[in-house]
């Protein structure tokens, strides 16, 4: 989480030990008087340096990804009024019975497509140029031998074990598309940080 916080990346933006994965530790840090939220990246980028000996380059890469791109007729969700209740309460997820996934609620594009790359499909980027939170209501029916269920998605099925909605049993590429939306493969170039040298013990505290 530091690392990502340091560096403004997701976690498969960086490339380093394994045991980044599984070692945690706890350093104390103090901010200095005046620094802004901005400063705070560099901040931990100096600390890391500072206790972990952390020394990093960056690279472009080309990996596959599902680019989320608005149809040919046009997007068909409704974008949410920014005085409206809807768009002050935020998100709401859940996962529909009877064996299918489902997303509804308030969100942005950018918001959408992170959701969907939690689901197995391998990485989801936002391509529509689309601003602002639209109304989405998503259903659709997984491959269990593609698409296994996630710790998201089992724990919104026990905390509303009665309350879901069914849904349509739609495929993923199906569903995208009554949103006037798509999901196309591509291979897009990747920002990595990759860790030349990081000490496993950091200096103490």
Same mark, same amino acid.
């Given at each position: /989480? ?74 068909? /969700? ?30 942005? /594009? ?96």
């Amino acid at each position: /989480m530091v690392l990502m916080d340091a560096f403004q990346v997701k976690a498969d933006q960086i490339s380093g030990p394994s045991w980044l994965d599984q070692d945690c530790f706890e350093i104390a840090g103090k901010i200095p008087a005046g620094a802004t939220r901005d400063q705070i990246p560099a901040l931990l980028r100096a600390l890391l340096a500072e206790r972990l000996k952390l020394v990093t380059h960056n690279a472009d890469r080309a990996r596959p990804v599902y680019a989320l791109v608005v149809d040919k007729d046009g997007p068909k /969700m409704k974008e949410a009024d920014a005085s409206s209740d809807a768009q002050g309460g935020g998100k709401v997820i859940f996962h529909a019975a009877g064996g299918t996934r489902g997303f509804k609620g308030v969100m942005a /594009m950018e918001t959408l497509a992170r959701f969907l790359s939690m689901r197995g499909y391998g990485p989801v980027e936002d391509f529509t140029g689309l601003k602002g939170k639209y109304e989405v209501d998503l259903s659709w029916a997984p491959d269990p031998a593609f698409e296994p269920m996630g710790e998201f998605a089992r724990a919104a099925e026990a905390e509303h074990p009665a309350d879901l909605p069914s849904a349509p049993t739609a495929d993923l590429c199906t569903a995208i598309r009554s949103l006037g939306l798509r999901l196309e493969r591509r291979k897009e170039p990747l920002h990595i940080v990759v860790i030349d040298h990081i000490e496993r013990f950091p200096t103490e505290n």
